[in-house]
């Protein structure tokens, strides 16, 4: 059974720091890994979505990698803002007839302090 | 609209009412999903659609019944809930299923929360 654990599970920064976030999965076997942000009682906002075949995907201050055959993601964000504040999710999605399942974690509670 | 919707944002009901919930997709995506949040665990996958057809109840209680009349819209309906079914009720959508070499990129609802007295 697929299981994905993500540290810390809280992180509180200065505004402007470089950060990363880690999560970790323990089944390899994956179709895509997605990160979320997620604000106090609402939904989850998509970031960025890595094909098992990829390396890295990059938006914005946002940069994540997924290193499939070691089990790890890293979500890195650069010159953090208030604004950033949040819950970060990494969910993997299974293989063959299961890649629409979503396995997510704990997520990572970020605060950036003005 | 756009994006996904979900209706009522916020829900008070007694163990023995019946209420519904109610997402719409405004995507064109076929296939959604109902996830649950639990405080301090991980968010759930409940069911799954795609094209109106049911393919996933992940050993859910009988007490909850999903309904999706068409692909832009998915019910789950309640009844006889105890508390510890108080939680976020997330809805979700993607525009494939199991397609082979499509990334199958999920959209979320804002959700309803659901407190159970």
């Known amino acids: 059974k697929q299981e994905v654990t993500q540290i810390p599970a809280a992180l509180s920064v200065p505004e402007g720091e470089n950060l990363v976030l880690n999560c970790s999965f323990t089944d390899s076997a994956i179709y895509n890994l997605q990160w979320f942000r997620q604000d106090p009682g609402k939904g989850l906002t998509s970031l960025l979505l890595i094909q098992s075949s990829q390396r890295e995907q990059t938006s914005g201050r946002l940069n994540a990698s997924l290193d499939k055959s070691s089990g790890r993601s890293t979500l890195y964000i650069a010159a953090s803002q208030p604004g950033d504040s949040a819950t970060y999710l990494c969910?993997?999605?299974?293989?063959?007839?299961?890649?629409?399942?979503?396995?997510f974690g704990k997520g990572t509670l970020l605060t950036v302090n003005p | 609209e756009t994006g996904v919707t979900q209706t009522p944002r916020h829900l008070v009901m007694g163990m023995t009412n019946k209420k519904s919930l109610k997402c719409e997709q405004h995507?064109?995506?076929?296939?959604m999903y109902w996830y649950k949040q639990s405080a301090k665990k991980p968010l759930e996958l409940m069911f799954v659609?795609?094209?109106?057809?049911?393919?996933e109840n992940n050993s859910v209680p009988s007490r909850f019944s999903p309904e999706c009349p068409n692909s832009s819209h998915l019910f789950l309906h309640l009844h006889t809930l105890q508390p510890e079914d108080s939680a976020l009720y997330l809805c979700?959508?993607?525009?494939?299923?199991?397609?082979?070499?499509?990334?199958?990129?999920?959209?979320f609802g804002p959700g309803t929360r659901l407190t159970v007295l």
């Open positions: 979700a959508s993607s525009q494939k299923f199991r397609l082979a070499g499509f990334h199958n990129e999920q959209f």
């Open positions: 995507l064109g995506h076929n296939a």
């Open positions: 969910a993997v999605s299974g293989s063959g007839g299961s890649n629409y399942k979503l396995t």
């Open positions: 659609y795609s094209l109106e057809e049911r393919v």
